[in-house]
């Protein structure tokens, strides 16, 4: 017994005229500021006072946020 003679047919579209959204998202971690980057390391003993500092104050900065004002007071105490 014979099968009977299968038609194929194929269609095949074309992405040429597909329109490209104009919202790129950037990858990565978006911006947190403006400013120079600078990385630290502390001691441990330099960290536990720090996160003492940080305690005492009434706004409870974060960690950066704490050594920024403490390099303002540092700068600002030698005019």
Known sequence: MALPPVSTFCYQKSMAGARVSDNKKK????ATGV???????LAETDLIALD?????????PSRPEAIRKILRLGLNSQS
């Open 27 to 30: 990858i990565g971690r978006p």
């Open 52 to 60: 003492a500092w940080i305690e005492v104050q009434d706004d409870n």
């Open 35 to 41: 400013g120079t980057l600078i990385g630290v390391r």
